[in-house]
């Protein structure tokens, strides 16, 4: 289980737009077709990752909290299947049935989109504004598998929340750390 900090991109970062297949409905979207009209949250994850694992059900809260808010929720998975295949298309359908994800769970064949937001790991999270300008991107909270730390969400939650209510968000903001996408 290897540790992979975020990238850290800089703040202010239009969103890189995309067409991928969602897994959960087979339709193609862009990230027009899904942000939110407060802001939108991209989650690259996957389905193996322990540390996606270990966050999985407060990502399914934040999106069942949010959403209703103007929220968009977007997640992509980037990994090698060749490498990884519990991570394809087929795979990831059945997960996120299993773990009740409604939000579009997108799959990036090519990579493409992981190397233009620069993602690292899974879970990466990518919080924009309205406007597509990146406002936090970071970690959900300290709790990682094993060191005892209950999830809270916290991080994330306090981005959104000061996203959604005009609020200032301090620039010093945490990694996420997880297991490196699998590069092809």
Excluded at 28 to 49: A, P, R
Excluded at 54 to 77: C, F
Aim: proline share 5%; hydrophobic share 35%.
């Amino acid at each position: 289980m290897a540790r992979t900090p975020s990238n850290m991109i800089r703040l202010g970062t239009i969103a890189p737009n995309f067409n991928l297949k969602d897994t959960n409905s087979n339709n193609e979207y862009c990230f027009e077709d899904l942000k939110g009209s407060k802001g939108t949250l991209v989650i690259f994850m996957c389905n193996h990752c322990p540390f996606v694992l270990h966050v999985l059900k407060e990502i399914i809260m934040i999106s069942n909290d949010y959403r209703v808010q103007g929220i968009g929720i977007i997640a992509i998975s980037s990994n090698d299947i060749e490498k990884f295949p519990q991570d394809s298309p087929e795979m990831m359908t059945d997960f996120a049935f299993e773990n009740k994800i409604d939000f579009p769970y997108l799959f990036d064949e090519t990579q493409e989109v992981a190397k233009g937001y620069d993602a690292a790991c899974t879970p990466d999270f990518y919080l924009f504004d309205n406007q597509d300008r990146l406002f936090y991107r970071g970690q959900l909270d300290d709790s990682r598998p094993g060191n005892g730390i209950p999830l809270s969400g916290s991080d994330l939650r306090s981005a959104i929340d000061a996203l959604i209510y005009n609020r200032s968000l301090n620039d010093i903001q945490k990694p996420s750390i997880g297991c490196n996408i699998k590069w092809k």
